[in-house]
């Protein structure tokens, strides 16, 4: 998703005697939602665009300051598939509001930092908000609106994830050179606050509708299709947060650019995600198993190209563009072969997608630390390579054969 959008529209395809058949869209609190949303990603993307300066001023390598994703990445998975079951008695907006308050604790207490445990503390607690938004938002957003409004409804929440995929990496690290890195993190917390005072003054009532349980998960993962997909998502996201984790490092020793310069392919990185997105859409409307394949192999082909001629900075921008646009369209292929396969248990499905995408991101973090601290910065993107051309393969060979998945 960026790692943030996975699980948002499969949530979204719940059955309708569960959902408020609301007279009057609430487009205001439909609006808070995707504030909150811009303000989740922006502190998701901020540790990649900040590695280099956060892990000198804390004293530790780039690859243990990597391990916020890990942090986060950990906790999400947790929080996605249990936070309706923790929270099943609770009026919807008190929960939302949490969640707000945890993602404003979090920035500052990442600002604060001393060290490096305190800095994954910070991350722990915004992997709880992260994880408890993607399972719960799009639920929401059903209750808010009426039924036909509801893919506007979901157009308006993703324009938070398109918005903070342009401008969270290369914002973050322009601010982060020019202010210090601690200054994005009380940026994002701002952010953070103005969400929730927009989410206080329009999110309605919304008592706990149905009863979450375990069974259903159990369920769905016994179901084939619904198992090659979540290879999929596993290999992809690994894959991706091994490397992109990584990105400025690479960019900085590699081509060598300047901190300007960085910051722009970062937008470029964000710009291409921002098409992508869109693209992936408009081909899993026309075929399903091309828009999941061959988004994976571009992003294999772009790190093949940054290990072969990443010195070039043309060449390494155009590349982690390219990057930015495969990733852009990841998830709209992958949730709508989740639906397809699983129409009846579409939340499910979206919270196992959600837990699965955060548990990668942790692997692949960890691994890309590994690689980074051991091996150099061009081995995480090897492996990225490696995993991403895995999971086009096992997405040609396993993938959905019919429209019905």
Known sequence: MTEPTTGVIAAAVLDSSESEERAEPAWGAVVSLALGVFGLVTAEFLPASLLTRLAQDLGITEGAAGQAVTATAVVGAIAAPTMAIVTKRLDRRLVMWGLTVLLIVSNLLAAF??????????????GIALGGFW?????????????????????????????????????????????????????????????????????????????ASFRT?????????????????????????????????????VPAMDIETISLVLLAYGIGGFFGNFAGGFMAERNLKAAVGLAP??????????????????????????????????????????????????????????????????????????????????????????????AALATFLLGPKSERA
């Open 297 to 390: 192999l571009l992003i294999a082909l772009s790190a093949l190209l940054l290990l072969v001629l990443g010195a070039s900075p043309v060449v390494a921008a155009v590349a982690i563009a390219a990057w930015g646009f495969a990733f852009g369209a990841v998830p709209v292929g992958l949730q709508t072969w989740l639906v397809r396969a699983a129409p009846d248990q579409a939340e499910s499905a979206g919270g196992l997608m959600v837990a699965t995408f955060q548990v990668a991101i942790a692997l692949g973090a960890v691994f890309g630390g590994l690689l980074v601290d051991h091996a150099g910065v061009a081995s995480a993107f090897a492996y990225c390579g490696i995993a991403t051309l895995l």
């Open 135 to 211: 399972s719960m938002s799009a639920a929401m957003a059903m209750r808010l609106v009426p039924m036909r409004l509801m893919p506007r409804a979901m157009s308006i929440i993703l324009t938070g994830v398109s918005v903070a995929t342009v401008t969270a990496a290369p914002v973050g690290a322009y601010v982060g050179d020019i202010w210090g890195w601690r200054t994005a993190f009380m940026i994002a917390a701002v952010v953070g606050a103005l969400a929730l005072l927009v989410q206080i003054a329009t999110i309605p009532r919304l008592p706990p509708a149905g009863v």
């Open 113 to 126: 930092a001393s060290s490096l445990p305190v800095l994954l503390a910070a991350r722990v607690v915004l």
């Open 217 to 253: 998960l159990l369920e769905v993962m016994k179901r084939s299709t619904i198992r090659a997909a979540l290879l999929v998502v596993m290999l992809v996201a690994s894959g991706h947060f091994a490397g992109f984790t990584y990105v400025r490092p690479f960019l900085e020793k």
